[in-house]
């Protein structure tokens, strides 16, 4: 049973709102139906509309479809993740483009010359990691929206990741992502959450 709101002053629906938080769930497993490139693309065509600073759009998403690149990313998972991201249909690498802003004339196109903002090589790095986090936190939305769920992984061997996926290319691993359909038996019991008064204050 899920927790009724505090109040009634939500605009969304409570059907939405069940499934994008109230009834949504991390799987502990997966059915064995496939996820579409459809699928995905209508999850981004969806949260790709989500606030980034500047318009940075930072988050790049790679499908690990292939069986090799399965096995490759299962490898560099810590071991106690493996089994579990075995079993989903789609496995998705969710990584920051750490030179986003050579599209900044692209897609922040009033400030011609917004990318040397960026010149300084930390605070590029650290914008895009903040940016694409949003980003990630968006698209777990947009598969939860799908009637998907999505299961977040941040236990892996990145300098390992970053070798068999992206050897020549400016990245930060952000999470790997399982995506799909609950399984059997799928949820361990809701962990508590913090209340309103614990998390919001007043200055």
């Not at 691993?173 to 399982?178: G, R």
């Not at 959450?193 to 614990?198: A, C, G, T």
Request: net charge neutral; glycine share 4%.
């Amino acid at each position: 049973m899920t927790a009724e709101p505090a109040t009634d002053h939500l605009v969304l629906g409570r059907e939405a709102r069940e499934l994008l938080f109230l009834a949504a769930r991390t799987p502990n497993t997966f059915a064995d139906v496939p996820v579409s490139d459809e699928q995905v693309r209508a999850i981004y065509d969806l949260v790709k509309f989500a606030p980034t600073s500047m318009n940075q759009q930072p988050l790049r998403v790679v499908l690990v479809r292939s069986t090799r690149a399965r096995r490759q990313l299962l490898a560099r998972l810590h071991p106690g993740n493996r089994a579990k991201s075995a079993t989903a249909p789609l496995i998705a690498l969710l990584v920051a483009d750490l030179n986003f802003h050579h599209r900044l004339p692209e897609v922040f196109p009033h400030v011609p010359k917004a990318h040397e903002l960026f010149s300084d090589k930390e605070a590029r790095e650290n914008s895009a990691v903040f940016n694409a986090t949003l980003q990630l936190a968006y698209f777990i939305i947009g598969v939860r929206a799908a009637g998907l769920c999505a299961g977040p992984v941040v236990g892996y061997d990145e300098a390992g990741i970053m070798a068999d996926f992206f050897p020549w290319l400016d990245r930060r691993v952000l999470a790997v992502l399982n995506i799909g359909p609950p399984g059997p038996d799928p949820w361990f019991p809701r962990l508590p959450r913090l209340s309103f008064d614990d998390v919001v204050s007043v200055a």
